[in-house]
DNA sequence: CACCTAGTACTTTTT
DNA sequence: GTACTAGGTG
């Protein structure tokens, strides 16, 4: 319960805490200010007592702009006198704004509450809930993720008979449409810009899709934005009520706003321009998803009276810590047993530690970082193996596991007519005979068509299919169709007098879910365990009245953010990738996967702007370290595409910064500067005498490990700690309560994810590490997929032909620029990254490749 | 017509 | 790992 006013007319505790200005003479002023600014330095003062129009506040990693926001805040309630809902904070994460107001909460005590705060998305899924209506968007509204997305244009492939893949492929398809949105341009624009022929598909795409989320009352995320800009310009009444409620606007990481959000963010602060955005163009790391650069850039412009806290130094900051350590892996096993050894060393896990041995440092202070959530997984086997408590972020994230999407497309159908994926989603889970045929059947009878121009609601149709009047329906399909529509209305019933928790009871069991996951062994028990969490989960919108804690359930659950997991106290090593990193901070990090075309990825190798942007990436990561860091790369890349030579990143650093850990490794070479070197590797690989056979890893414990039951056991111990520790009590409850009466948008329950989970390939042993398939001499070589036949090209026997970096031509795909090779028995096999198709392994005696000049 | 199994191809980053 | 497909079976 959230600020109710009291009946006695005793003034709630927003108003006790709120100091009237009058009161703040001398002695109790200085209180204030030295309780709010005393913890911060020179500029950051600046910053927090420049309240009064726009501000724009530039600084460097690990400079404390989010407590910039957060004691500025407390300073315009305690100092000045402003309550606390006219505050307004826009965070990157759900996380960051709970962690935010936990800090306010500290300072100020229950004002802490009533102070806006959420991210882009949130703050205008919430607008729009309430006044949506203003520009004509229902107000039961749907939110469909990247899933839900990818459902609906393999809808129109399969009615045109297109495959999902190559220039069709539903991800690229909604990539171009996402970017062409963001761009503010309609399908009608699209179609209008488009030249290749492509584009005029994506374009005819552009049109269906946004049509057919109309019919089905649904939004994409890239909609909330635009449909929350569209409110403030199109809906005068309703954008003036939202100026006058935040009288002084934030903005954290600024740098990864899009032009929507900027916009959106200038229509709220354009009556009173109290707006403050803080932000580090050093790190700005998502431009692929829109964010515009030119938003800190042309913010003094579009403020002229802007006051701009000037960046600081940075890099000196790292003089202080202690030397980064590089580690030049063999191959992604070796690297991750190096990082687990290192942990093991400075944590206390591991026994009979040296007496002189460093204070050991707690595993909540260690996170490895790499670029693609692929990479986890050598990590986790290794962590595993040595029985270290992890949390991975990211990966398959618990919203978007199967069966947890499945219970909610369950809850979104109680709740709508018309939305159809997911209806489509339950009809046939647990397989109850109602296939491709009866689907396209039902399509047909929810289309438009002249008795129904608008069509008929999905759910409408469901319920006629089961009394038999939607021809062509098997008998098998049609009775299951009537139990779903009878199973459907039962809980619609019984919405508003159960709980949210109870309501899921009846999902779980009504639909059969319950009972197919009993009959499914281990892997049925371990979804079952989450469609459980999630049903603990759904107990914290318990204040709510049932109808609005469904909605509001089934809408947070659609917003929350891979960072949203993250637990900075669970006694854990956190694997994260670096995109999600940002913003967080552990005295110890590891950052993994140094090598060409991994990071900087591949696909940056082509480009310019792309590879100044892993740059950044590079310096997010490296800036995460408050104490130690360490970097590694492998030579042997995953995936079989062939070796990587050392990031470009390593040498960028100045070498009086790095202790190379592995120089005095005798396997080192020295014909790298990071020890390990290309040579070395070649031999190690190739001729049969590898140091890897038998023992796994040099300097590891060996022949402990038996991947199979050893894996499943720890997973088993794993699993359970790990999500009877995820659930935390909500700090607070309540949601939705205006202080006065007047409208209020506050603050939201925060959803935790389940930490530390086990993924399933580690369970069953397959993928566990071990020694790889051993082939006498030469390894077995990647699949070659194009077959361009060529003569042989002239070769000096043993010595690779293609250099790193030479621009090559390909018959078919174009120019491209070599990334690695790596010679096999006969032949040289060349990964190149092409400009148009992408990164591909080619076998030089067979593809036809030049070199250009 | 639906369902199951096995085989194949795919993996940048995410609200 | 996941998603998709093809082909055989009930």
């Avoid at 409620?245 to 954290?252: A, C, G, M, P, Q």
């Avoid at 530690?353 to 970082?369: F, K, Q, T, Y």
């Avoid at 953010?561 to 990090?589: C, M, N, S, Y």
Wanted: proline share 6%.
């Amino acid at each position: 319960m959230n600020l109710p006013l009291d009946p006695t007319g005793e003034p709630s505790p927003a108003e006790r805490s709120l100091p009237r200005r009058a009161q703040l003479t001398g002695a109790a002023l200085s209180a204030v200010q030295e309780r709010i600014l005393a913890p911060l330095n020179e500029a950051q003062r600046r910053a927090v007592t420049t309240t009064a129009g726009p501000l724009l506040v530039l600084a460097g990693a690990g400079s404390g702009k989010t407590r910039v926001i957060t004691h500025r805040i407390a300073w315009l309630i305690q100092h000045e006198g402003v309550a606390p809902w006219k505050i307004l904070a826009v965070t990157f994460t759900n996380k960051a704004a709970a962690e935010m107001r936990d800090r306010l909460h500290e300072m100020i005590g229950e004002a802490a509450r009533d102070v806006a705060m959420g991210t882009f998305h949130s703050l205008c899924a919430r607008m729009l809930r309430r006044d949506g209506e203003a520009i004509g968007l229902p107000k039961g509204f749907t939110i469909y993720d990247a899933d839900d997305q990818a459902r609906v244009i393999k809808g129109f492939l399969k009615e045109d008979d297109l495959p999902a893949t190559g220039e069709t492929k539903p991800s690229l398809i909604l990539g171009a449409i996402s970017r062409a949105k963001n761009d503010g341009l309609n399908a009608d624009q699209m179609e209008d810009r488009a030249i290749t022929h492509h584009e005029r598909l994506v374009a005819r795409f552009a049109r269906r899709y946004a049509a057919e989320l109309k019919r089905l009352d649904a939004v994409d995320f890239d909609d909330l934005l635009l449909e929350g800009l569209r409110l403030l310009q199109e809906a005068p009444a309703v954008a003036d009520r939202y100026r006058a409620k935040w009288e002084y606007l934030h903005v954290d990481e600024y740098q990864d706003t899009n032009r929507i959000q900027y916009n959106w963010v200038r229509e709220l602060a354009a009556k009173h321009g109290n707006l403050c955005v803080v932000g580090d163009d050093d790190q700005s790391i998502y431009s692929w998803r829109g964010a515009d650069i030119r938003n800190i850039l042309d913010f003094e412009r579009d403020w002229p009276t802007a006051e701009v806290v000037p960046k600081k130094k940075l890099w000196t900051e790292l003089e202080g810590g202690d030397q980064i350590t590089v580690y030049g892996a063999f191959d992604p096993e070796d690297e991750a047993a190096w990082i687990v050894r290192r942990i093991e060393e400075a944590s206390a896990v591991v026994t009979g530690r040296r007496a002189d041995a460093p204070e050991p440092v707690s595993l909540n202070g260690i996170a490895i970082l790499y670029r693609t959530n692929a990479q986890s997984r050598a990590i986790e086997e290794a962590l595993l193996r040595s029985s270290i408590p992890y949390q991975l972020i990211g990966g398959t994230r618990f919203y978007q596991r199967r069966e947890v999407k499945d219970a909610l497309a369950w809850l979104r159908v109680l709740r709508s007519d018309t939305d159809r994926i997911s209806y489509e989603r339950i009809l046939n889970v647990p397989p109850r005979g109602i296939g491709d045929k009866t689907i396209e059947l039902l399509r047909a009878a929810a289309a438009p068509s002249v008795s129904a121009p608008d069509g008929t609601p999905y759910g409408h149709v469901i319920a006629a299919a089961g009394r038999g009047e939607v021809a062509g329906v098997n008998t098998r399909a049609r009775n299951s169709l009537a139990g779903i529509a009878d199973v459907i209305s039962r809980l619609r019933d019984r919405i508003a007098a159960v709980t949210l928790p109870e309501l899921l009871d009846g999902v779980y069991s009504e639909s059969g879910l319950r009972a197919h996951l009993a009959s499914e062994g281990v892997e049925g028990e371990e979804r079952w365990a989450n469609l459980l969490e999630l049903r603990g989960i759904s107990g914290r919108f318990m204040e709510l009245a049932p109808l609005d804690a469904l909605d509001r359930f089934v809408e947070e659950t659609a917003l929350v953010a891979d960072q949203d997991a993250f637990d900075g106290d669970a006694e854990r090593v956190t694997l994260i990738t670096l995109h999600a990193a940002k913003g967080l901070e552990w005295p110890t990090v590891f950052i993994s996967g140094l090598t060409e075309g991994l990071f900087p990825h591949s696909r940056a190798l082509m480009d310019q702007e792309q590879m100044e942007e892993e740059r950044r990436l590079c310096y997010v990561g490296i800036t995460r370290a408050k104490r130690r860091l360490s970097l590694s790369y492998a030579l042997r890349r995953g995936w079989g595409d062939g070796d990587g030579a050392p990031s470009r990143f390593l040498a960028e650093i100045p070498e009086e910064l790095l202790v190379v850990a592995n120089d005095d490794d005798p396997r080192a070479d020295g014909e790298t500067r990071f020890g390990r070197g290309f040579r070395s590797a070649r031999a190690g690989f190739a001729g049969g005498e590898s140091w890897r056979e038998g023992s796994g890893t040099p300097g590891a414990p060996s022949g402990a490990f038996r991947p199979g039951r050893d894996l499943e056991a720890r997973r088993r111990a794993y699993s359970a700690g790990a999500r009877s520790g995820s659930l935390r009590v909500p700090d607070t409850d309540g949601i939705d309560e205006a202080p006065d009466d007047d409208e209020y948008i506050g603050e939201a329950p925060e959803l935790i994810q389940p930490v530390g989970r086990i993924p399933p390939w580690a369970a069953t042993g397959r993928g566990a590490a071990g020694a790889p398939p051993q082939t006498a001499g030469a390894p077995l070589p990647p699949p070659l997929r194009p077959r361009t036949v060529a003569p042989a090209r002239a070769r000096i026997p043993g010595e690779r032909y293609f250099r790193d970096g030479d621009r090559v031509l390909h018959p078919s795909f174009g120019e491209g620029i070599v990334v690695t090779s790596k010679l096999t028995r006969h032949d040289e096999e060349v990964t190149i990254a092409f400009a148009g198709s992408g990164v591909k392994t080619l076998a030089a005696s067979i593809a036809n490749l030049e070199v250009q000049g």
